[in-house]
């Protein structure tokens, strides 16, 4: 599952133009404009018979580069960077989906990829069907002829549930449709999506890759496995680009009419992270492991939620998908919601906040923050507890979270 030398790939991807000053670290290209030669130049760039960049809306070198470190590691056909994890979800959405056509997906999905898919596709005509996607046999019922993918996260947040990827990856290919992760709770050095059968894989950058919590931003990455010719959407596209097809109908229409394009400073900031993601992913996941041991048995502690428990109902499909460490978040249940905050407000070193996967941990209650706005039935079908607490571990010592668990139990 983990590609060889990673690490190494992500730094000595060359860049995608030789700096006159011979710096080995690509130059932050702060400029929305470029300048041509002549005009049949800007004209060849506009009409895409070159690659050279226009405007940063559409492209940036600096940008592209991050790009470029992304597909060298992940071997993916296309990659494209956006402002936020959620901008990446949406452009995948609207460059496969129209009205009248329909997306399989899980209730069991981070709040406002669910918002996204409940509240805001409906306006626009497309059904979202929400299944069970451990039950393969009501995964296959609710796709039909007017589906155009079936989405899902690899480990959900913050249910922590695991579905098996080949086999959903088989149905999907019976059925001729896309499938498409989010792969944000466990990183690409770790864990290979297309392995696995995934045609699209989605990541928040924001979280590893963003090197501490520095930037927000967003990955789309298309490994070229899809025949499109099953695709409403992209059918007429494909009689011209192959299986690029979806590749070209969000690089020449969706993200630049979206304008969620990355900034060519987070394109720097996270270039940076991705030389370091796999020294403090390893560093974050050997720690949550150490934590979720102790705190199986503590006398306090309900429920220790983390797939590579071997008490864990996911803990088989976990390991053959994701190995010993399956990232750096997991969840507590106490007995209340009140024991829940009482927990929370005696914490001195993790801090309270949102996030995912900075270099200092994180503690949050889901129930009164990420879901406050959804209603008490809708928390129940999405599995979102009052007594759940989740963390995403940082880079400080064991001795030392574990100290501030043990403090805020009492």
Not at 61 to 81: D, G, L, M, S, Y
Not at 204 to 215: L, M, N, P, R
Request: glycine letters at 6%; charged letters at 25%; a neutral charge.
């Amino acid at each position: 599952m983990k590609k060889k030398h990673a690490t190494s790939d992500i730094l000595h991807t060359k860049p995608c133009i030789i700096d006159p000053y011979g710096s080995i670290s690509m130059p932050v290209y702060n400029s929305v404009a470029f300048e041509f030669d002549c005009a049949e130049a800007m004209e060849a760039a506009f009409s895409g018979k070159t690659t050279d960049h226009t405007y940063s809306r559409i492209s940036n070198p600096t940008v592209e580069h991050f790009e470029n470190r992304v597909k060298a590691i992940t071997q993916a056909k296309h990659v494209t960077a956006l402002s936020s994890g959620m901008a990446a979800i949406s452009n995948i959405v609207f460059t496969l989906a129209k009205s009248g056509l329909n997306l399989v997906t899980s209730k069991h999905l981070f709040g406002n990829t669910y918002s996204f898919f409940q509240s805001t596709l409906a306006a626009f005509g497309v059904e979202v069907r929400f299944c069970d996607l451990l039950n393969l046999e009501e995964v296959k019922k609710k796709i039909d002829g007017k589906t155009c993918g079936l989405f899902l996260e690899i480990i959900t947040n913050p249910q922590m549930e695991v579905a098996d990827l080949k086999s959903l990856s088989e149905i999907c290919k019976s059925k001729k449709i896309p499938l498409i992760a989010d792969s944000t709770i466990v990183p690409f050095t770790s864990f290979k999506a297309s392995d696995f059968g995934v045609d699209i894989e989605t990541v928040s950058s924001t979280k590893y890759i963003s090197g501490g919590a520095t930037s927000i931003g967003g990955l789309i990455i298309d490994y070229g496995t899809f025949d499109w010719r099953t695709s409403e959407r992209l059918r007429e596209l494909e009689r011209l680009h192959g299986r690029d097809a979806f590749n070209f109908k969000l690089r020449k229409e969706i993200h630049r009419n979206l304008g969620a394009y990355m900034s060519p400073q987070t394109a720097y900031m996270q270039s940076l992270g991705l030389e370091t993601l796999e020294v403090r992913f390893l560093r974050a996941a050997e720690t949550t492991k150490k934590l979720v041991e102790e705190l199986s048995n503590h006398p306090k502690v309900e429920k220790v939620n983390y797939t590579d428990l071997k008490e864990n109902r996911f803990y088989e499909i976990s390991r053959s998908q994701f190995g010993e460490f399956p990232g750096a978040m997991f969840t507590i249940d106490l007995q209340s919601k009140e024991a829940c905050f009482q927990f929370i407000n005696k914490l001195q070193v993790i801090r309270r906040a949102t996030n995912l996967f900075d270099n200092q941990s994180l503690a949050i209650h889901p129930a009164s923050t990420i879901y406050v706005n959804f209603s008490q039935k809708e928390r129940d079908e999405m599995n979102i507890s009052d007594k759940t607490i989740r963390f995403s571990i940082g880079l400080e010592e064991f001795e030392v979270l574990i100290e501030d668990f043990e403090r805020a139990l009492g």
